[in-house]
């Protein structure tokens, strides 16, 4: 494609996108008050990590769990805020198909079989980093809100406390796409397990301390959680690379690239037939329909 094509394409996926979007937020802004069952509408899912903490916790915890709303256009906006976010997790599917019909044309088979392998990966860690941050809300809501005995009682507002949450859950997912990052790292040849092994220690250093500025508590519970299973994570993505390596020096071994001269060319397959052949743009084709 000419520049002014790829202009216009990008500009069709971007539509074709923002209109998934547009259909998810509203979807997940109904689906925030109005349940669809068996799901529990979207506000009972958000609201149930503070309706586990202990009713004498909370305020007015006896007549039942609802936030505080300081302002007449607060709920609102938390609606559409948590409806957005709701709808955005749903259609993603549909608008990530989008961003990928515009990159895969200018990728080769391999390529697109990387991307591919990546994002199915980085959506499932996402999700369990996402699942581990919900289930820990109500023992760090706990925690926080244990301090200062009967001295105090808490009464969170609804935007506080669902930019909190919203906070947690992103940072959950995103944190958990880093031992991903070590693994593609690794198989392009960025990184290699004697190097992860040597910086294991400073690895496992850092991501503790970056669990405890990353956490928006600040509570030495979901820091500790979130530490903890980068940890293990970062294991597992140092193992999977000691795998690869090994397998790539065994192939290196058989095809005898260890005793090739510095000025010797690999024994690679350059013949056409492996390479992907690049497809016609739209002109091209164009002028080949006025010839036939």
């Known amino acids: 494609m000419t520049l002014i094509e790829h202009i216009y394409e990008f500009r069709r996926r971007l539509g074709f996108a923002l209109l998934a979007l547009l259909a998810g937020g509203i979807l997940g802004f109904i689906w925030f008050k109005y349940t669809i069952r068996p799901i529990p509408t979207l506000g009972e899912i958000m609201t149930g990590p503070y309706c586990e903490v202990p009713a004498e916790r909370r305020l007015n915890g006896t007549e039942g769990c609802r936030l505080l709303q300081t302002v007449p256009f607060e ?20 608008w990530l198909y989008q961003l990928w019909a515009f990159i895969a044309p200018g990728l080769y088979s391999k390529e697109r079989k990387y991307a591919l392998t990546f994002v199915g990966f980085a959506s499932v860690l996402f999700a369990g ?74 690895i496992i250093f850092a991501l503790f301390v970056f669990a405890a500025f990353a956490t928006p508590g600040n509570d030495p519970f979901s820091m500790l959680a979130l530490a903890g299973a980068l940890t293990l994570l970062c294991e597992l993505a140092i193992q999977i690379a000691r795998l690869h390596d090994r397998k790539l020096e ?43």
């Open 129 to 202: 980093g996402a699942m581990l941050a919900y289930l820990l809300i109500p023992h760090a809501l706990a925690l926080l809100m244990s301090f200062g005995g009967d001295s105090f009682v808490t009464a969170l507002t609804g935007d506080k406390y669902i930019s909190f949450v919203l906070a947690l859950l992103v940072i959950f997912g995103v944190s958990f796409e880093l031992p991903l990052l070590l693994v593609m790292l690794n198989r392009v040849g960025v990184v290699r397990y004697a190097q992860l092994k040597k910086w294991r220690r400073g």
């Open 75 to 94: 709920a609102f906006m938390i609606q559409l805020k948590v409806g957005l976010m709701a709808g955005a997790v749903l259609f993603a599917p549909l």
């Open 250 to 292: 065994r192939r290196r071994k058989e095809e005898g690239w260890d005793n090739l001269a510095d000025d010797e060319a690999a024994p690679f397959d350059y013949t056409p037939s492996t390479v992907d052949e690049p497809e016609p743009t739209r002109d091209a084709r164009a002028r080949t329909d006025d010839v036939t």
